[in-house]
């Protein structure tokens, strides 16, 4: 079955300094990756997405993933974070199967300070 | 733009109640889907919709039910609120597969007292 671990429930950064928010998977074959983004009393907002490929994304707001099959992970990177996004952060994984739906990660909080 | 609309951002109901949430998109999509989230927990899928009068269940289907009559809209029935069931919920749609981006409502903050 597939699974999805954000192992990091908070984080703080400093603005200005890089960010790398972690997710591994679980899933047997090549998975679709996706990383959405919760600002507060938003619904979620898509970020990036990995299919096949490359396995740098290069995503809205800055945000780039790195696929590693090797390690089953997909870990979202930010190399000069900005106040605007402090925010919830969700790792989801997809099987190629028409009629599935997406397994959510239990997201990471980011806070930016000052 | 897609636009995913849910019929209330706040809804206080008491237990016992038979509670309605609706969810309209305007994309033409093909499926829906019915998320609760809660502190610590994500994103836990509830019912997902692939046509209309199509339901599969998710992780957590106990305690509710769904409708799709119309393929623009897709209704979460607690047939009987209970106080576990205070949660925000998140409605979402997407097109064809799996690998097409979900695009998700502002969700309904529900209380149930």
């Known amino acids: 079955a597939q699974s999805v671990t954000q192992p990091d429930i908070h984080i703080t950064v400093s603005e200005g300094a890089s960010l790398e928010l972690r997710c591994n998977y679980s899933?047997?074959?090549?998975?679709?990756l996706f990383w959405y983004v919760q600002s507060p009393g938003q619904g979620l907002q898509l970020l990036l997405k990995?299919?096949?490929?490359?396995?740098l994304v290069q995503g809205i707001k800055g945000f780039e993933a790195e696929f590693k099959r090797s390690q089953s992970s997909f870990n979202l990177r930010k190399p000069s974070v900005h106040w605007s996004d402090a925010a919830e952060y969700f790792c989801?994984?997809?099987?190629?199967?028409?009629?599935?739906?997406?397994?959510f990660g239990k997201g990471t909080t980011l806070s930016v300070s000052s | 733009d897609v636009k995913v609309t849910q019929s209330s951002r706040y809804l206080v109901k008491r237990t016992g109640e038979k509670v309605f949430l609706e969810c309209v998109q305007d994309?033409?999509?093909?499926?829906m889907f019915w998320y609760r989230q809660d502190p610590g927990l994500g994103l836990r899928l509830i019912y997902f919709?692939?046509?209309?009068?199509?339901?599969e269940k998710g992780d957590i289907p106990e305690g509710y039910s769904v409708s799709r009559e119309k393929k623009e809209r897709f209704s979460l029935i607690l047939e009987s609120a209970s106080t576990n069931q205070t949660s925000m919920y998140l409605c979402?749609?997407?097109?064809?597969?799996?690998?097409?981006?979900?695009?998700f409502g502002p969700g309904t903050r529900l209380t149930v007292l």
């Open positions: 989801a994984v997809g099987a190629n199967q028409a009629g599935t739906a997406l397994i």
């Open positions: 899933y047997g074959a090549t998975p679709y």
């Open positions: 990995y299919f096949s490929g490359d396995t």
């Open positions: 994309m033409d999509h093909e499926n």
């Open positions: 979402a749609s997407n097109r064809g597969g799996p690998y097409n981006e979900q695009f």
């Open positions: 919709s692939y046509d209309v009068k199509m339901k």
